[in-house]
Nanobody, 124 residues
């Protein structure tokens, strides 16, 4: 079973940029398409975006589209979420997740493995 560990979260000011990383161990990341989700206090877990196994296809939620980029480096067993123009509504715990399929989108049940999350807090 693979393990996923997110990093790169923290406290930033509105308008800042942030890059989150997710490293996979126990299995090669190229086995998985990968997704990012987030969960704010009192809210349901929300899809942020996803990337196919080879990185050819990406998908983003409307809330981050145009200011976020998901990428992956299979040689480093890692996937990344770059976000620009952060605002307080982006405050949440961010999770990466892995799906044993060529491409995956926003359905939570399609994912097989989840990380523990990293907190992102955006101050106004």
């Amino acid at each position: 079973q693979a393990q996923l560990v997110e990093s790169g979260g923290g406290l930033v000011q509105a308008g800042a940029s942030l890059r989150l990383s997710c490293t996979v161990s126990g299995r090669t990341i190229s086995s998985y398409s990968m997704g990012w989700f987030r969960q704010a206090p009192g809210k349901e877990r929300e899809f942020v975006g996803s990337i196919s196994r080879l990185g050819v296809t990406t998908s983003y939620s409307d809330s981050v589209k145009g200011r976020s980029t998901i990428s992956r480096d299979n040689a480093k067993n890692s996937v990344y979420l770059q976000m620009h123009g952060l605002n307080p509504e982006d405050t949440a715990v961010y999770y990466c997740a892995a799906a044993n399929r060529v491409m995956v989108w926003g359905r939570i049940n399609d994912y097989d493995v989840w990380g523990q999350g990293t907190q992102v807090t955006v101050s106004s």
